[in-house]
């Protein structure tokens, strides 16, 4: 079985693909198009998000029996169209889930003890004790969108928290000993802390908007470690003005590129492209943590989520 490596990934993937009789190639540089021109030639690819895996594209795969994705979110592949051809999809969401849960925990804290602001303020020689007083965790109702292996990777770490966590997800009853299953009006209802953990779907794709932002009972802190285009940005920003919001904690934004690794579809600096006025109010904002799409970015989870593909290729084609 010949597969063909689309991104680098940690190397035991292919060492490990190697030893057990797979043929594996490697093209990271290559354009869409030429990849396109060549995938008939294998019966699998890996790819974590270098570009989209559209019909046409999947057209041209003619013998492909496997797409990897090391990652969680399948949202770049026309999944619908790969399953009627047959094409196993194989993600691993296992690999990385820890990292997101640690860093939403992470962010949650940093936002509650305004460790950023600080930080900032004593490297330009200001000691502001009483406007740095922070908040506590314990008593608070966090509410988690979404209830899979992320969401429930981060209730795992809010167990040594004397806080209620709440789930809410299409699915029925996913809640367990961590988290209790509610309706999303009792999550809006009783939120302190919004934290979401949800797929990039029709049904979540600016989910967080101003109306949706309104229904919360009492003003809240918002962690994305998802996907940016889950939250409207203005209309986020309208909210931290107002209050409504009192701080977030985003790992993605909603002007990422699909491949996730840039942030403007052009160089804002290079190019003169403007920036979103909602994007400058963020990284002047002091209650608003931004990182790059890292949550699930660890030397531990390169390693898992490779090792992830390999034992589910194995399991299915070995």
């Given at each position: 079985m010949k597969i063909l490596h689309l991104d680098e990934n940690h190397p035991l993937l292919i060492?490990?693909?190697?030893?057990i009789g797979f043929n594996n190639a490697e093209d990271y540089n290559s354009s869409k198009e030429d990849i396109q021109k060549i995938i008939h030639e294998y019966d699998g690819f890996i790819i974590r998000s270098r570009f989209k895996i559209d019909k046409q594209f999947l057209d041209s795969a003619k013998n492909l029996k496997f797409i990897g994705r090391v990652g969680a979110g399948l949202e770049n592949i026309d999944c619908e169209y790969a399953e009627s051809k047959g094409i196993k999809l194989i993600a691993a969401p296992e690999g990385n889930r820890n990292a997101v849960g640690e860093h939403s925990l992470a962010m949650l804290l940093s936002l509650f003890n305004k460790l950023n602001k600080a930080d900032h303020?004593?490297?330009h020689g200001k000691w502001k004790r009483e406007e740095n007083r922070g908040l506590?965790?314990?008593g608070k109702t966090v509410g988690l969108i979404g209830?899979?292996?992320m969401g429930k990777a981060f209730s795992k770490k809010l167990r040594g928290f004397d806080v209620e966590v709440l789930c809410y997800d299409l699915k029925d009853h996913i809640g367990d000993e961590n988290a209790r299953q509610v309706s999303l009006q009792e999550l809006?209802?009783?939120g302190d802390v919004l934290s979401l953990h949800t797929p990039e779907t029709a049904l979540t794709v600016n989910m967080v908007d101003s109306k949706f932002i309104d229904g919360f009972k009492k003003s809240f802190w918002l962690i994305?470690?998802?996907?940016?285009?889950?939250v409207v940005t203005k209309d986020l920003v309208s909210a931290l003005e107002s209050g409504k919001i009192l701080g977030a904690g985003l790992d993605v934004l909603?002007?990422?590129?699909g491949s996730f690794e840039n942030l403007f579809k052009r160089s804002v600096t290079s190019s003169g492209v403007e920036m979103p006025e909602a994007f400058r109010y963020l990284i002047s904002a002091e209650n608003v943590i931004l990182t790059p799409h890292v949550a699930g970015w660890t030397v531990e989870s390169k390693e898992k989520l490779a090792q992830t593909i390999v034992d589910k290729i194995k399991a299915e084609f070995w």
């Open positions: 060492e490990q693909l190697n030893a303020e004593v490297r506590e965790l314990d209830y899979g292996n809006q209802e009783k994305n470690t998802a996907r940016g285009k889950s909603e002007y990422e590129k």
